[in-house]
Structures are given as structure tokens and as C-alpha cells.
């Protein structure tokens, strides 16, 4: 196989599809769900398709930037808890709750 047939491999591409899969899963875990956003976002993976990561959000996942504020804020706040109390928030709300508390 010549040095020309050999595909080659975007990084940020390689990259937004593995945190994609992880948004797709992500029903399950709304941290992951939001470290995943926070990533795309920050990186600005989502700019082959996209201008803003509002527009991404929207024509990928039909969903609000709101949406994905809350889901990021969520899993932000979540990260800074510790492990044991970590554990007990199960859901984005419960963690939104927890962010007015110093």
C-alpha cells in the first residue's frame, strides 16, 4: 500500500466522534454528557459543521444552548463535590440545586 492510500486521521475529528458517542450514551450519565459538551465547546470541535456551538448543539442533538449549559454547569459543579457526596447526585437538577451552595 503506497504512502497516498494510507487514510489519513483528523484528531479533532477523531476526537468529536468519541465525545459524541458519549452524548449519544449519555442518558445514562449526565456528567459525562456535560464534560463531553464543556470539551466540544471549549475545544470549538464542532466547527466543520458548525459556526457557533449553539448552532452545533441545536442541528446535532435538537436540543438548547440552554440545554447544554445546564448539562455542562451540572457536571462542573458535580466534579468539585467530594467523592462522597459525588455519588449520591443522580440527576442534572439535583446538581443545578447544588451550585447556590458555597
Not at 477523531?14 to 470539551?39: K, P, S
Not at 466534579?79 to 455519588?87: A, D, S, W, Y
Request: aromatic share 8%.
Amino acid at each position: 500500500m503506497s504512502t497516498s492510500q494510507v487514510p489519513t486521521f483528523d484528531p479533532e475529528e477523531c476526537r468529536l466522534l468519541v465525545l459524541e458517542d458519549i452524548i449519544t450514551r449519555g442518558e445514562h450519565t449526565f456528567i459525562e454528557v456535560g464534560l463531553a459538551l464543556l470539551e466540544i465547546r471549549d475545544k470549538r470541535l464542532y466547527r466543520k459543521d458548525s459556526q457557533t456551538f449553539e448552532e452545533y448543539v441545536k442541528s446535532r442533538w435538537f436540543k438548547t444552548s440552554r440545554w447544554a449549559l445546564n448539562m455542562i454547569n451540572a457536571a462542573v459543579v458535580v466534579q468539585q463535590l467530594p467523592t462522597e457526596i459525588r455519588t449520591t447526585v443522580r440527576n442534572e437538577a439535583t446538581a443545578r440545586e447544588l451550585s447556590c451552595v458555597p
